[in-house]
């Protein structure tokens, strides 16, 4: 299946969605997805925050903090939809339509989960040493339960592959090959969109040097080496598109 079917939502979209089983404002509270406000969410709301997730993991280099908390909001969301949907008679038009929806919105939320797997599988040691790092600090871990326990597994699965294969030459050093694991190239470009007023953005350009200076105004896009935006894209005030 194509990534660019993801893309597809528009505000008809949302507006189905919420004819559909529009939850009270009490379903979803900004306590659930890591925020301080008691402010509630609408079911809108949630797609547009996992959409955002899906695609700043998507042009991301490396693996971003997971949202655990919104895709559940929307799986709870998905659930709700699916129920009323079975109350609907089999010939009516409508349901074809709102079922198309339901399975747009588990295609998101499949495809931003399996974009995070895949980089778990890829730059698993990296990803693991830098979860260490944050447990030292007491920082919150990028990877859900879940995704930590699936990549301490996948490292050990990968260990023992290697350990079997090198067992038949050796004369090969057997840890060699763990000192050469793939790292996320954080020197990337990225296309973004700011959300907001940002002065003084300095351009990493790989150098030791400092590197320029640039502003970004509420809404304007621009191409810019990843490490130059990583915390601004972490907190939510430019978007990867």
Known sequence: MDDSMGEQFDDSDLNIT????APTTQDFGLDDINTSDTEALT????????????????????????????????????SYMEENLENLESNDFQKSLHQMETYRLRYLVTSYLRIRLEKIE?????????????????????????????????????????????????????????????????????FLKSK?????????????????????????????????VSNLVKKGDVQLI
């Open 43 to 78: 079911a809108s709301q949630v797609i547009e925050l996992m959409e955002s997730a899906w695609l700043n993991e998507k042009f991301s280099p490396e693996i971003l903090p997971h949202k655990t908390e919104i895709v559940d909001c929307l799986l709870g969301q998905i």
């Open 122 to 190: 890829m730059f698993n040691y990296e990803i693991l040493k830098q979860e260490e790092v944050r447990e030292e600090k007491n920082e919150e871990s990028y990877l859900s339960a879940g995704e930590l326990q699936f990549a301490k597994e996948y490292k050990e699965n990968l260990e023992q592959h290697f350990d079997n294969v090198l067992s038949f030459w050796p004369g090969l050093p057997p840890d060699d090959w763990k000192k050469e694991y793939i790292k996320p190239n954080l020197h990337s470009f990225v």
């Open 18 to 21: 919420e004819e559909v089983a």
């Open 196 to 228: 907001t007023e940002i002065e003084g953005v300095i351009i990493d350009d790989g150098n030791e040097e400092d590197g320029d200076l640039v502003d970004f105004k509420n809404g304007s896009q621009m191409i810019i080496s990843y490490n130059s």
